[in-house]
């Protein structure tokens, strides 16, 4: 694999904990392998470093305290082992996507018109902190087309018959 990785290191004030749960959230948003307490990862690419680099920013603004790193893991098998991490995590959020596709498809049109707008854009928030794709993937793209397919079948089949929305 040999991966390089952007690395921070942090330390929050512990009040206001508001601080330290908006960090989290980034942190979550960005898809990070926590590697310790205080200590995250991501693939390393222009896209990331900045992303982090604006987190550890906004870290010292608050009083806290935070590093940058370079780094690439000491062996193939942690390697493997942050990215398979990273993967479950992903392919947790793909499966949840998958059963709310299911449930949706059952829905009432205007319900499963609102719930593939919701799914879609859980993909692309997916896909953005996606860096190591699980089979999941591909399932949960294809629940959300099937879901599309059978709103646009809906939509066509009350226009033609002449229903109103």
């Avoid at 330390?11 to 979550?28: A, V």
């Avoid at 990070?32 to 870290?59: C, F, K, M, N």
């Avoid at 692309?124 to 629940?143: L, N, S």
Wanted: charged residues 30%.
């Amino acid at each position: 694999m040999a991966e390089r990785w952007v690395l921070l290191a942090y330390r929050i004030p512990r009040q206001p904990s508001t601080l330290r749960i908006t960090i989290w959230r980034k942190l979550d948003r960005l898809g990070v392998a926590r590697l310790g307490d205080g200590l995250v990862a991501l693939p390393a690419d222009a896209r990331t470093r900045e992303q982090i680099d604006w987190i550890a920013e906004e870290i010292g603004e608050m009083g806290g305290s935070s590093t940058v790193w370079l780094a690439a893991a000491g062996s193939a098998a942690q390697e493997k082992a942050i990215a398979a991490e990273m993967r479950a995590a992903r392919a947790a959020e793909y499966r949840a996507v998958i059963e709310q596709a299911a449930t949706a498809a059952g829905a009432r049109a205007g319900e499963r018109s609102r719930a593939l707008k919701r799914l879609q854009a859980e993909l692309r928030r997916i896909g953005r902190r996606d860096y190591f794709p699980p089979a999941e993937r591909e399932a949960a793209q294809q629940a959300v087309r099937a879901l599309a397919e059978a709103d646009a079948d809906a939509e066509a089949g009350t226009r033609t018959s002449g229903g109103a929305r």
